[in-house]
Nanobody, 123 residues
Framework: VQLQASGGGLVQTGGSLRLSCIVSGLALNYYAVGWFRQAPGKEREGISCIGMTAGDTSYIESVKGRFTISRDNAKNTVYLQMNSLKPEDTAVYYC?????????????????WGQGTLVTVSS
C-alpha cells in the first residue's frame, strides 16, 4: 500500500487549500480513511475521517465547519478541503486507511505514514 498526500503549500490566514491523498495497492472503497497532521514540536493528531457509508464523516472540533473530507473511490483518492485557514493549522498533513469500514475506530491498516504534505499558514 502506498500513500501519497499532496496539495499543501503556503497560504495566508483565511485562505484555502485542497489536499489529495492517493492510496495505491488497496481497494479504498472498503476502508475508512483518515487525515492526520503533525505540527512542529507536537504529536500527530487525527483530524478527520470518512467511512465507506455516505455521511459517515467526523472532524475534530478545531476544524469543524472549516474542513470538508470527501472521497472518490473510483480514483482511490480522499480529499480534504480546507477553508478559513489559521496559523495553527500549519503542519505536515498525512492520510492513512483504517482497518474498519466506518469511522470511530483507531486501528490503522498500515504502520507507516508516507511523505505527507506541508501546509503553512502565514499570519
Amino acid at each position: 500500500v502506498q500513500l501519497q498526500a499532496s496539495g499543501g503549500g503556503l497560504v495566508q490566514t483565511g485562505g484555502s487549500l485542497r489536499l489529495s491523498c492517493i492510496v495505491s495497492g488497496l481497494a479504498l472503497n472498503y476502508y475508512a480513511v483518515g487525515w492526520f497532521r503533525q505540527a512542529p514540536g507536537k504529536e500527530r493528531e487525527g483530524i478527520s475521517c470518512i467511512g465507506m457509508t455516505a455521511g459517515d464523516t467526523s472532524y475534530i472540533e478545531s476544524v469543524k465547519g472549516r474542513f470538508t473530507i470527501s472521497r472518490d473511490n473510483a480514483k482511490n483518492t480522499v480529499y480534504l478541503q480546507m477553508n478559513s485557514l489559521k496559523p495553527e493549522d500549519t503542519a505536515v498533513y498525512y492520510c492513512a486507511p483504517y482497518v474498519d469500514v466506518s469511522c470511530g475506530g483507531s486501528d490503522l491498516l498500515v504502520d507507516y505514514w508516507g511523505q505527507g504534505t506541508l501546509v503553512t499558514v502565514s499570519s
